[in-house]
């Protein structure tokens, strides 16, 4: 049995509560127990404009509706269970997904202590698959964020598996209705723009919003401006910046498209809270020509988990705040600063710590794992 604290005992948002209940049911999936997650409660973060004068009245909805659980809006196979007896001696505890990774004894026996074991690990502990299974109780607290991507040291076939196995799907009704809104917007690009509380909580990390550079990027990443792009952000009520930013392009924010003409097909929903805008704002993103996204927020991250599960695309586009500006080559484009076995070797700026490293950003899977 497993025992698995959601990150932050739930109050974050819907983002945070996907990467950690995912990230349960791989570890249930990789050691073949059943879990307990513990602390899922409806998520603390409504979009910022739903409490706007401006914006209350079309979107009441989102706050007034009953509030969904992330595992009341995704259909993944799985084998949580509700019940569970805590009072056993023969149990494990850990702490801090971030700084932990898991892998057999195989592996450890052929890599610990080469430049591969060292590359991957990055300093987090081992945790070695056959030791584990001497347990009776695994328990997980204070566990953090991590994406399964490089929580897992495994041979590429069983690793693409167990990533397999925790494919983000939603339920059909919504999955259906952003088909339907992508369907009717064509051909499309997308962007994910954080701002609000954002902008002061990783003031401290270089995260600001540089106009000029901001602009240029747009151009180098969309250069075809007869596309639309679809919008997503906590921050509508920001719509002379956005209006600056991409003047000369064809801009729609998902929220407004969705409430101003699919309106009806959003209210016939199973849940109609903000997890549900956002699911659909994701969905619509995912499946962009062209995505940009912004450094350090979930939102993005599980955008660019879709679009590798989904349509293989691995374009991480990051609006360009001065610490992403670091790694941008002469073209606009996001480039390696240096060498290594794994995604996360190739770019200092993205893995200054192994708790960066773990939930910063989604990884390429195809650089997660070797073909050992």
Same mark, same amino acid.
């Given at each position: 049995?497993?025992? #698995? ?11 945070? /509560? ?16 059943? #879990? ?13 404009? !739903? ?40 149990? !494990? ?17 052929? #890599? ?65 209705? !952003? ?12 962007? /994910? @723009?954080? @701002? ?7 003031k401290n990390d270089d995260y600001s919003v540089e106009h000029n550079s901001f602009k240029k990027y747009i151009k180098l990443t969309f250069p075809d401006e007869s596309l639309p792009i679809l919008a997503a952000t906590d921050s509508l009520h920001e719509k002379e910046m956005f209006s600056e930013l991409f ?19 959003? *209210?016939? @929903? ?19 020509? *062209? ?12 955008? /660019? ?29 996001? !480039?390696?600063?240096? /060498? ?8 200092? *700026? ?23």
């Amino acid at each position: 049995m497993i025992y #698995f604290e959601n990150s932050a005992r739930g109050a974050e948002g819907f983002n945070t /509560h996907l990467m950690s209940y995912t990230l349960c049911i791989s570890l249930s999936n990789f050691l073949e127990r059943d #879990f307990f997650f513990e602390y899922e409660i409806p998520c603390s973060t409504p979009p910022v404009y !739903a409490s706007d004068e401006n914006y209350k009245e079309k979107f009441s909805i989102l706050l007034d509706s009953p509030r969904s659980l992330v595992s009341d809006l995704v259909d993944i196979p799985n084998r949580r269970r509700f019940e569970i007896d805590r009072q056993t001696e023969n149990k !494990a505890k850990f702490e801090l997904l971030y700084s932990h990774f898991i892998t057999t004894e195989e592996l450890r026996s052929k #890599f610990e202590g080469t430049v591969i074991w060292d590359s991957f690990s990055i300093g987090r502990i081992p945790l070695i698959r056959e030791n584990l299974e001497t347990y009776d109780l695994i328990e997980w607290t204070h566990t953090k964020l991590s994406h399964p991507s490089c929580f897992y040291f495994l041979k590429r076939p069983e690793k693409q598996q167990l990533l397999d196995s925790v494919k983000i799907k939603y339920l059909d009704e919504i999955e259906k209705l !952003a088909e339907t809104i992508a369907a009717g917007s064509g051909r499309f690009n997308a962007i /994910h @723009l954080r @701002l609000g509380d954002f902008l002061t909580n990783y003031k401290n990390d270089d995260y600001s919003v540089e106009h000029n550079s901001f602009k240029k990027y747009i151009k180098l990443t969309f250069p075809d401006e007869s596309l639309p792009i679809l919008a997503a952000t906590d921050s509508l009520h920001e719509k002379e910046m956005f209006s600056e930013l991409f003047k000369g392009y064809k801009l729609q924010f998902i929220d407004e498209l969705i409430f101003d003409h699919y309106r009806r097909e959003f *209210v016939e @929903l199973p849940f109609t809270d903000f997890n549900v805008i956002s699911i659909l704002n994701q969905l619509l993103c995912s499946s962009a020509e *062209v995505f940009i996204g912004t450094y350090r927020s979930t939102f993005t991250s599980m955008i /660019h988990r879709m679009r590798q599960e989904r349509y293989r695309k691995t374009d991480f586009n990051f609006f360009p705040d001065p610490k992403v500006a670091r790694l941008l080559n002469s073209d606009g484009r996001i !480039a390696p600063d240096r /060498h290594g076995f794994f995604d996360w070797n190739r770019y200092s *700026v993205f893995s200054e710590d192994h708790a960066e490293m773990a939930w910063m950003r989604e990884w390429n899977h195809e650089l997660s794992s070797l073909d050992i």
